[in-house]
Nanobody, 120 residues
């Protein structure tokens, strides 16, 4: 089993930045991909970004490409999501996810979520 703990959410003004972090523990050596999803009220959960823990392959949602950057720390099995130029539509609960498969959509393990609020 893998446990994921997110941190770094909060309230920010539009145009500002936030950095989310997700630390994995447990059976971490089984993880191949980690990523971030978000879910706003009344909307489906959507992938924001994902990254392989080997190599540098990452993928992003079109809505965040160029503003958000996902990175990893393989030593600590931690992934970060640097969010710049935040917009009110970026407000959501952000969930960390991990997968044992090399997939663009990690969804095997989930964190509890962290709230991001963007004021206009």
């Amino acid at each position: 089993q893998v446990q994921l703990v997110e941190s770094g959410g909060g309230l920010v003004q539009a145009g500002g930045s936030l950095r989310l972090s997700c630390a994995a523990s447990g059976s971490i050596f089984s993880i191949s991909t980690m990523g971030w999803y978000r879910q706003a009220p009344g909307k489906q959960r959507e992938l924001v970004a994902a990254i392989r823990l080997t190599g540098s392959l990452a993928n992003y949602a079109d809505s965040v490409r160029g503003r958000f950057t996902i990175s990893r720390d393989n030593v600590r099995y931690t992934v970060h999501l640097q969010m710049n130029s935040l917009k009110p539509e970026d407000a959501a609960v952000y969930y960390c996810a991990a997968d044992e498969s090399r997939t663009a959509y990690p969804n095997e393990y989930w964190g509890q979520g962290t709230q991001v609020t963007v004021s206009s």
